[in-house]
């Protein structure tokens, strides 16, 4: 007979994480015209301004 048929509750050791949304992250606003521009980038593609690079 199978175990999982049988199998009783898991006890969770771990809470869960919350979900990680990766591509709301991806993005910053520019701080000259307010569009949305992927984090890595160092210039904006809208208005041509230079954006700060940040380490965390």
Do not use: I, K, Y
């Not at 049988?6 to 992250?25: G, S, V, Y």
Request: charged fraction near 30%; hydrophobic fraction near 30%.
């Amino acid at each position: 007979m199978s175990r999982s048929r049988n199998a009783r509750p898991r006890m969770r050791l771990f809470r869960r994480r919350p979900a990680d949304d990766l591509l709301e992250r991806s993005f910053r606003t520019c701080p000259g015209c307010s569009a949305e521009v992927h984090v890595f980038a160092d210039v904006c593609r809208h208005c041509g301004g230079t954006l700060e690079q940040f380490a965390s």
